[in-house]
């Protein structure tokens, strides 16, 4: 296949095009290099630009035969949509319809989007299915919900087909530690967590030890960004096999606290996590786990790497290794 990864020098990005060239597809990036890294793409032709730009989308449609598109682009932090909304929806909703319009003008498809847990907000039933009712509690959620209904609709119309994925919360590195997490500022708990472990931050922020869970922290379902990657190869396969337009939650369907988060970092690093009690942080639901059941039933999706331990394991390798010698 050749497939164009729109983020491809982003973090879940960068994973997927790693995975697509070693299966011996060709691959095209369009990244604005915003948030991501040129050397984060292990491979494949970067087109430096905004995937808003109708004109460069013009160009890279007519200059290139595409079996398939998979879309990352997008501003992920939950607490700055909320101060600034305008900028979510204009890059997370104004532009994909800009890309959306000009993959159905130039009859490209189909489309895997990057979609979030955050459609649901605070979830009612546990472990949450894709029929779990949505109702996203920022503007970060919302904007990932309006591209899927812009997707159904663009099927019922148009026939443009497409699959959403919903990650829960994605960490780990490439099990070479090629490449990894590095989002600049870092708001996720296991990279936070690991560099103050090492010394590099003074300590990590606990945000909430009252919540209603086994210890008082937040529960989240941690999956592997490499076991990510291989679902979106396999939902471009079962569209080209004719498969429907559809959401699919991706998650190993395990909650693990902060608490023991932390935990098991200072077990795989042999280092103490500092930590601060913290107030918690606005729009964090207790729990978050999937039932990923669908993924696993359409599209034959298996994670490699479903133990805490492992996904750290390669996400303390990758932070290691971008420090330097120590
Ligand atoms: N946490 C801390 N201290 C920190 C950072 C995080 O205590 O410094 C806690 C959070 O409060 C939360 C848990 O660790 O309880 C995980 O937080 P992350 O920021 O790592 O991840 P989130 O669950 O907030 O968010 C992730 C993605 C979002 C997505 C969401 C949906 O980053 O894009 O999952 O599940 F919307």
């Known amino acids: 296949m050749k497939v164009l990864v729109i983020g491809g020098c982003g973090y879940i990005g960068s994973h997927l095009v790693s995975r697509l060239l070693t299966n011996g597809h060709n691959v095209l990036i369009i990244d604005d290099l915003s948030s991501g890294y040129a050397d984060s793409a292990l491979g494949g032709e970067i087109q430096v630009g905004d995937f808003g730009d109708r004109k460069l989308l013009d160009l890279v449609f007519t200059k ?29 909703v104004s532009k994909t ?100 472990a090492m010394g590099k931050r003074p300590a990590l922020k606990v945000f909430g030890r009252d919540y209603d869970t086994c210890d008082g922290t937040c529960v989240r379902d941690y999956i592997h960004v490499d076991d990510l990657a291989c679902a979106h190869l396999l939902a471009l396969e079962y569209l080209n096999k004719g498969g429907q337009t559809t959401a699919f939650n991706l998650g190993n369907g395990e909650g693990f606290s902060v608490q023991q988060v932390l935990e098991t970092i200072e077990k795989v690093t042999g280092l103490q996590v500092p930590t601060i009690d913290a107030p918690r942080r606005d729009g964090d639901p207790a729990r978050l786990v999937a039932d990923a059941s669908a993924a696993r039933k359409y599209l034959g999706w298996r994670p490699n790497y479903s133990e805490l331990e492992t996904i750290i394991q390669h996400a303390w390798a990758w932070e290691q290794k971008r420090s330097g010698p120590t």
């Open 97 to 196: 319809l800009t890309l959306l319009q000009a993959m159905k003008d130039h009859n490209v498809g189909p489309l895997i989007f990057s979609s979030t847990a955050a459609v649901f907000g605070e979830p009612v039933d546990i472990p949450i299915t894709e029929v779990h009712p949505t109702s996203p509690l920022n503007p970060y959620g919302a904007s990932k919900l309006m591209v899927e209904q812009m997707l159904r609709d663009f099927d019922l119309a148009y026939g443009f087909r497409s699959v959403s994925l919903r990650y829960f919360n994605a960490a780990g590195a490439d099990p070479e530690a090629r490449i990894g997490e590095r989002h600049e500022p870092e708001t996720h708990l296991i990279p936070i967590a690991l560099q103050a």
């Open 64 to 92: 290139n035969n595409l079996d398939g598109v998979v879309h990352f682009a997008s501003l992920i932090q939950v607490s700055e949509s909320v101060v600034d909304p305008a900028k979510y929806y204009y890059t997370n």
